[in-house]
């Protein structure tokens, strides 16, 4: 019971905080979900650098901003911001049988940039599990400043 003179506790606020923790938990889920891979298209770090050796190298995509790309990318990858990749769709297509490896430091931005070439028509995308950090992680070879190209 509240103390004598206070006002009493509104029903109204308490049902719209429960609403709104509600919408939030469904949110994070909903996140999760997009946020989530398939399987087929992620490419483990041993098999890139397999198929960096092989005849028919990926294109692979550091989609960093260029701060990021120039303390450390993998070597042989272009930087292209993921803001920026809508702009390159049409160059990116003409690449079209070449498989496109994208990576990032954590994941969001290359699951952002995989979706979005995905949806332009591109099958042949891969995101590199673990991305940067795993690769750095591992003491696999980097190379630091600007893309020659």
């Keep these: 019971m509240p103390p004598e003179g206070a006002p009493a506790p509104r029903k109204g606020g308490r049902l719209l905080g429960l609403v709104v923790l509600v919408l939030f938990v469904l949110g994070v889920f909903w996140i999760q979900h997009l946020m989530r891979d398939d399987p087929a298209t992620l490419i483990s770090a041993d098999e890139l650098e397999a198929r960096m050796a092989s005849d028919a190298p990926p294109l692979i995509l550091d989609v ?31 690449v079209a049988p070449q498989d496109i490896v994208l990576y990032c430091e954590t994941g969001v931005r290359s699951r952002i940039a995989k979706r979005q070439l995905i ?10 599990e673990g991305d940067i950090r795993r690769w750095r992680r591992e003491e696999r070879p980097l190379i630091k400043g600007t893309d020659p190209r």
């Excluded at 949806?119 to 590199?128: D, E, I, P, Q």
């Design 64 to 94: 960093r901003t260029l701060p990021e790309y120039q303390s450390g990318h993998i070597p042989g990858a272009y930087y292209l911001d993921y803001r920026l990749l809508g702009d390159r769709i049409p160059e990116l297509r003409n």
């Design 119 to 128: 949806r332009a028509g591109l099958s042949n995308v891969y995101h590199l």
